[in-house]
């Protein structure tokens, strides 16, 4: 009795630390992996007019995220995963994002892979293939060098950035048709300002038929913003202008096909009663297809965020147009 009373005593220590080493193994291997997201569904209806007529249509969609990070000292290894659409098995199903290493290669930041980059009132964010760029310190500015191997042919660009007179100043080249992108952002006395100029040495491009962009080449666009906080209110100014066209997703929202030629507009930002609220008011020149007329519009755009208690994000957007109406609801969470 008493030799079996001991022998469970020892079966039962064993098993305690069985479990505890088990259990440090697994933090220990979970320590250099994280696991974020986002997640974010709409519905939304639409009402457009023609002419005399009238046609209501009504979607909803869903937009995630998945995003695995491991790392080893300072090298990290990202993979992000997509799902959009409609429906879980459509076209827009689950599918890569991004996937690409960060690391340092004898003081050389270095970064390899694809991914996408960023939306702004000239760019759709667009997923970059196949991809390389180091970057490393040079005196007061930044150099990186890219080299993309998906474009077929040899694909190169230098960036330099450096901070000058408190201004964030930045110049890319790329040897593709000899592109320059020159960019300047910063804030004086309180006025926050922006300002892309993009162009290209190749003019063989075609503008859109009924264009009136002045001073800009075939493949040639730019873009400046100003805002400023007064009373308790951001207001803020955006413009644009893109000879062959652009999707933009910044102020203006998105244009499938590259059509937006020429937008401007003011909006105003403020907190309600706990509900973030803003007001655009904009003009938009585009195309809706290549070759044809382009059309001038006037927009209205009203968009109210909201915390909920859930720990989700409400966010309504109401648009209305010289030929369109639409109401877009979405509740949205990030973990």
């Known amino acids: 009795m008493i030799f079996k009373l001991i022998y469970g005593v020892n079966l039962m220590k064993k098993q305690i630390i069985a479990a505890a080493v088990a259990a440090t193994m697994s933090a220990v291997a979970l320590a250099d992996v994280s696991i974020s997201g986002a997640a974010q569904v709409n519905w939304k209806g639409t009402s457009e007019v023609a002419g005399v007529a009238q046609s209501m249509s009504h979607a909803i969609t869903h937009d995630v995220d998945l995003k695995v990070v491991g790392k080893s000292g300072d090298t990290s290894f990202t993979i992000d995963m997509e799902d959009t659409g409609a429906d879980a098995t459509g076209a827009d199903s689950l599918k890569m994002k991004n996937l690409y290493m960060n690391t340092s290669i004898a003081g050389v930041d270095a970064k390899i892979g694809t991914w996408f980059n960023g939306d702004s009132d000239l760019n759709n964010a667009g997923q970059q293939n196949a991809r390389a760029q180091f970057s490393t310190n040079v005196g007061p500015a930044k150099v990186m060098f890219v080299h993309e191997a998906s474009t077929g042919n040899d694909h190169n660009e230098i960036h330099v950035g450096a901070d000058i007179a408190g201004l964030k100043v930045s110049y890319e080249q790329e040897n593709t048709d000899a592109h320059k992108i020159l960019g300047v952002k910063g804030s004086i006395g309180g006025v926050n300002f922006a300002y892309t100029d993009s162009n290209s040495d190749n003019t063989s491009g075609t503008k859109f038929a009924a264009t009136d962009v002045t001073g800009l080449d075939s493949n040639d666009e730019r873009a400046y ?9 951001t207001i803020m100014y955006h413009n644009m202008e893109s000879a062959a066209g652009t999707t933009s997703d910044g102020f203006f929202g998105t244009f499938a096909n590259a059509t937006l030629l020429e937008a401007s507009g003011f909006g105003v930002k403020t907190n309600v009663a706990g509900n973030t609220v803003q007001l655009r008011q904009y003009e938009t020149t585009a195309e809706t297809t290549t070759g044809n007329a382009a059309s001038v519009k006037d927009n209205t755009k009203v968009i109210v965020t909201r915390q909920l208690a859930s720990g989700a994000t ?11 109406q639409s109401l877009d609801v ?3 969470i990030a973990f």
């Open 225 to 233: 913003s100003i805002s400023a906080d007064v009373a308790g209110m």
């Open 314 to 324: 409400a966010e309504v957007t109401y648009l209305t147009g010289d030929t369109e």
């Open 330 to 332: 979405e509740f949205r």
